[in-house]
T-cell receptor
Framework: DTGVSQNPRHKITKRGQNVTFRCDPI?????LYWYRQTLGQGPEFLTY????????KSRLLSDRFSAERPKGSFSTLEIQRTEQGDSAMYLC???????????FGPGTRLTVT | AQTVTQSQPEMSVQEAETVTLSCTYD???????LFWYKQPPSRQMILVIR??????QNATENRFSVNFQKAAKSFSLKISDSQLGDTAMYFC??????????FGQGTRLTINP
């Protein structure tokens, strides 16, 4: 069990650029979640997958955001045409089926200049 | 609406003292799970303690215990014999089944030597 990993750990980009983050969950965890955390706040839910199916998306997830989980393994979160308001920590978590146990990755800190 | 409220933005105690962090939540469901997560500075979110709402007995994990008052929708965390390593942001959260976590705004706890 190597834990949930996220890459990159830090990303600095200019406004208007596209960025993509990757999350590798604990193997065989069928549920994967993305959260966004701004400075001094609690994480806010963005979206979640059960296997490869995206089952819920928050209204926070504008049409500039897209997430995928091909083959039900790793997941990617892409932000197009980044804005300064997108600057935040993006957290990934995974969970085994029928469990209320959630395991978080270290996060990707995005800074949009 | 599902919400979590942590009324103490910051707390500070001396090492070895006992400290209690407050949390209230709002849900219309009868079965759910409650959590306290710890997020040390620049480190990832880790689970401190969890409570199943249908269990009346308060959960305990070593120096950490909760006071769960279901009717009042209150879920406070008590840390006994506090240690320097307990310094962190603490988030109260809940979930209903295999669904997303809903987090509070967090309490920044500082343990002073």
């Amino acid at each position: 069990d190597t834990g949930v990993s996220q890459n990159p750990r830090h990303k600095i980009t200019k406004r208007g650029q596209n960025v993509t983050f990757r999350c590798d969950p604990i193997s065989e965890h069928n549920r994967l979640y993305w959260y966004r955390q701004t400075l001094g706040q609690g994480p806010e839910f963005l979206t979640y997958f059960q296997n490869e199916a995206q089952l819920e998306k928050s209204r926070l997830l504008s049409d500039r955001f897209s997430a995928e989980r091909p083959k039900g393994s790793f997941s990617t979160l892409e932000i197009q045409r980044t804005e300064q308001g997108d600057s935040a920590m993006y957290l990934c978590a995974s969970s085994p089926g029928l469990s209320d146990r959630y395991f978080f990755g270290p996060g990707t800190r995005l800074t949009v200049t | 609406a599902q919400t979590v409220t942590q009324s103490q933005p910051e707390m500070s105690v001396q090492e070895a003292e006992t400290v209690t962090l407050s949390c209230t939540y709002d849900t219309s469901e009868s079965n759910y799970y409650l959590f306290w997560y710890k997020q040390p500075p620049s480190r990832q979110m880790i689970l401190v303690i969890r409570q199943e709402a249908y269990k009346q007995q308060n959960a305990t994990e070593n120096r950490f215990s909760v006071n769960f008052q279901k009717a009042a929708k209150s879920f406070s965390l008590k840390i006994s014999d506090s240690q320097l390593g307990d310094t962190a942001m603490y988030f109260c959260a809940f979930t209903q089944g295999a669904q997303k976590l809903v987090f509070g705004q967090g309490t920044r706890l500082t343990i002073n030597p």
